[in-house]
């Protein structure tokens, strides 16, 4: 006889929840619980990341569906009489719509999690995936099941390429043919790889499946295996994932125990062993065939292509590297059909994708959305629109180092790898940085060329040396000591680098840049010939001032200026000796009434001049614009 | 764990139904026990004891037991809510375990409400 429960509370034990203190919350409520004895009325499970980490720590209540976040051990006895003895929510520790102020407690309400539609996630919040049981108690292995003992390796590719699913891990190359190809390939021995790289900074989705739902994983490359014919895997974790690998390990050897992994799987004669390799980190090693030289113990540097790794990959024998995200959302597709996995998405773009929201918007997190939904849904009803008061959405960089940003203007397209392509960036693996009016594009490109330049292996010449030549003349830009000409040059650079580099890296890298001087070309050319960095970040080309008439002298900037930059009266129009002042912001972001604008470096006029333009910032547009 | 069979992976999904049911809202009936200090007061832990022995014995999966504060009806408790999906809320009064144990034999497991105890039918929804 099971013993029942009649509530489930999932304490979120994600990266993110953990460093912020969700053990702690777990020992809270079950010293709580043991005191009324409650412990067996009441279950607790630990869980993979929810997604809402910026909430940390969370915890999911069902049947209620009642979300807390930002809980303290001193909230629990409190929470434990009110809800779980008398049944009432508290509403003080719910979740809160940013805006509003008021507390929404039912998770579908919440549009975070409204918008969503969870396959590769499935699992999140809602199993403890540290134990198999509860993997398969949500149909976990039956998809695998069916695919080695009631399918074709011919069947099971057939059904894979119809759902026309596309690899996850930023190419979007069709899985269903790249299973095909290795297939195809007459070999003894073959591999199926994992890649669990993740190296694009800033991006954690991979990482939240292989925490939350590792048995996922694994079964997506229990399948792939059997439909190429490989009996031994390595899923390829880069070695800061601590959580992931650790999860991984206690999954992979649950498995073999069950006989879900080793010799002759669910006694359908299919052997397929899985091993992890630690990643040393580089971003590089992300790439397919570096990934597979650094298993072979080699350093991890891309080379041509072909030989495809179909034909020739680890160790030189027919190999298979899917994404976590990808293999993830193959079992699902094995149960339901190709049909069902293509009635959310586009034609072109069918399923869901993960992306990681981060930077200027309220909500920062995981969300799982139909391909094809429009980019707005995304920032403004999932991510609750741009965080702070009085700013506004400028762009989205998606793709990471690889990708590009999209302006304000391209805020509706849907969300699919094509339109993502048509602007410039890319789907890559689903890094989403959002960024205001605060937010200097120049500053921007430049940080995610940094990385690509730190980053290079260094075996192409015009990927090592184009990129650091780039590098420097956005930071010579960014200095203030931009030159006429500097913009045809960074996309002379651009394009070559693009064209003659060996492997994705290089030929991504230019992308932020391009995509920048496409849409805000007007910000690099203020930086280089008015010396203006209009969103007030690039400290040589700006200068802060108060303007006379919108300043009500609350003395708000007085009180935080680090150099006493600042002068004036109480209740009288404060003033800014620009000869002490050291840029650094403070009271342009303090001030509640928007009276310091941003103007060029040395600026000397008289600041009433800008009335004007000061009148238009009163309804809400800055001078920056 | 043993070596699993594809029966095996079948049970231990059948097995955790009812935990799932919980977290996934897939359940069939809803009890609520109304948990407000005159019900506690009245006795309603002892409802929810019987109820959650009951449940176990009878092995179910597929229903779900939440509390709720005070129904505002203080003088009638101890006070339980069945809700089969689809059907109205049935509020029962003045319980003991006697009754509840007939109540869930009866309206939840069977779903004939126990006119003889139910108070009102159709009342507001508690999600
Ligand atoms: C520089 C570079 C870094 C990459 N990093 C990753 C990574 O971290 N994770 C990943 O899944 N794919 C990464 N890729 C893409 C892989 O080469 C490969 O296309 C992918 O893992 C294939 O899986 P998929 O078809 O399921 O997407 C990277 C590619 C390049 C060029
Ligand atoms: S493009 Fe850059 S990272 Fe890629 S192989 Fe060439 S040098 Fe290395
Ligand atoms: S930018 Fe910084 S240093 Fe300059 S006036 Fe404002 S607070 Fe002072
Ligand atoms: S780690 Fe808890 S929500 Fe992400
Ligand atoms: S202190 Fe002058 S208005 Fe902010």
Redesign the pocket.
């Known amino acids: 006889m099971s013993e029942q429960q009649r509530v489930s509370l999932m304490v979120c034990a994600g990266t993110g929840c953990v460093s912020a203190g969700s053990l702690k919350i777990k020992e809270a409520i079950e010293d709580e619980l043991k005191k009324r004895s409650l412990e067996k009325e009441i279950g607790i499970v630990l869980t993979g990341c929810n997604g809402l980490c910026a909430g940390g720590p969370v915890i999911a209540v069902y049947p209620d569906e009642i979300f807390y976040q930002k809980l303290r051990p001193e909230d629990i006895p409190h929470l434990v009489e009110e809800h779980f003895v008398k049944g009432r929510p508290v509403q003080k520790l719910m979740y809160k719509m940013p805006a509003k102020r008021k507390a929404i407690p039912v998770m579908s309400e919440i549009p975070f999690f409204k918008h969503q539609v969870l396959r590769a996630l499935r699992n999140k919040g809602l199993i403890d995936p540290e134990k198999i049981e509860e993997y398969i108690a949500r149909d976990g292995y039956m998809a695998a099941a069916k695919a080695l003992t009631e399918m074709t390796p011919g069947e099971i590719i057939k059904v894979v390429k119809d759902s026309g699913i596309?690899?996850?891990?930023?190419?979007?190359?069709p899985?269903g043919l790249?299973w095909e190809f290795c297939a195809k390939v007459q070999s003894g021995t073959k591999f199926m790889l994992c890649?669990?790289?993740?190296?694009?900074p800033g991006a954690f989705m991979?990482r939240s499946i292989m925490e939350a739902d590792p048995h996922a994983v694994i079964e997506g490359m229990i399948i792939g295996a059997r439909a190429i014919g490989a009996n031994m895997g390595y899923i390829y974790v880069r070695a800061e994932y601590p959580l992931a690998v650790k999860r991984l390990q206690m999954a992979i050897d649950a498995a073999t125990e069950a006989g879900l992994l080793g010799k002759n799987i669910l006694d359908s004669g299919f052997d397929f062993n899985l091993e992890i390799y630690l990643g040393a980190g580089a971003?590089?090693c992300?790439?397919?065939t570096a990934?597979m030289r650094s298993i072979e113990g080699k350093r991890g540097m891309?080379r041509p292509r072909p030989p495809f790794p179909a034909h020739k990959g680890l160790w030189e024998k027919p190999s298979v590297?899917?994404?976590?995200e990808?293999?993830a959302n193959i079992s699902p597709i094995i149960l339901h059909g190709a049909e069902w996995y293509r009635n959310l998405g586009t034609e072109k773009s069918p399923g869901t994708k993960v992306f990681a929201l981060t930077g200027a918007v309220n909500n920062v997190g995981l969300v799982e959305v139909p391909m094809g939904i429009p980019l707005r849904t995304i920032i403004n009803d999932i991510g609750g629109g741009i965080k702070g008061r009085g700013r506004k959405f400028k762009a989205v960089q998606m793709g990471g180092p690889?990708g590009g940003c999209i302006p304000e203007s391209l805020i509706d397209i849907p969300v699919t790898y094509e339109d993502v392509v048509k602007t410039g960036a890319i789907m890559g693996?689903g890094g989403m940085v959002v960024m205001d009016n605060n937010n200097c594009m120049v500053g921007m490109a430049k940080f995610f060329l940094e990385f690509t330049a730190e980053e290079s292996c260094g075996k192409c010449p015009p990927c090592r040396v184009g990129t650091k030549i780039m590098l420097d003349i956005l930071t010579d830009i960014s200095e203030g000591r931009g030159k006429e000409g500097d913009i045809e040059t960074l996309e002379d650079l651009s394009h070559d680098i693009i064209a003659t580099s060996l492997?994705?890296?290089g030929q991504?890298a230019p992308n932020p840049v391009l995509t920048t001087i496409r849409y805000f070309r007007d910000e690099y050319e203020s930086h280089i010939k008015d010396r203006w960095c209009k969103a007030g970040i690039c400290r040589e080309l700006c200068s802060f001032h108060i303007i006379e008439e919108l300043c009500k002298g609350c003395g708000a900037c007085l009180r935080g200026c680090p150099s006493k930059a600042i002068v004036g009266e109480k209740k009288k129009p404060h003033r800014i000796i620009q000869d002490l002042c050291v840029r650094c912001r403070s009271c342009y972001d303090t001030c509640k009434f928007n009276s310091i604008k941003v103007l060029p470096a040395g600026f000397e006029g008289e600041p009433s001049e800008l009335v004007e333009t000061a009148a238009a910032a009163k309804s809400g547009k800055g001078a920056a614009e | 764990m043993p070596r699993l069979t594809i029966d095996d992976l079948k049970k231990i999904k059948e097995q955790h139904k009812a935990t799932f049911a919980v977290r996934e809202g897939g359940y069939r009936a809803k009890v609520t026990v109304h948990m407000g200090t005159c019900g506690i007061a009245a006795g309603a832990r002892t409802i929810m004891t019987a109820l959650m022995d009951e449940m176990a014995k009878a092995d179910v999966k597929d229903v779900i037991v939440t509390t709720s504060g005070c129904a505002g009806l203080c003088s009638r408790e101890p006070m339980a809510t069945v809700e089969i999906a689809g059907g109205p809320p049935v509020k029962y009064v003045e319980l003991n375990e006697k009754k509840i144990k007939e109540i869930f034999d009866e309206h939840i497991l069977k779903g004939n409400v126990v006119e003889k105890y139910a108070m009102v039918v159709g009342s507001e929804t508690t999600y």
């Open positions: 596309r690899g996850r891990g930023g190419a979007g190359f899985t790249k890649n669990g790289d993740e190296g694009d991979d971003f590089v992300g790439e397919e990934l891309p590297l899917n994404n976590v990808t293999l690889s693996s492997c994705g890296l991504t």
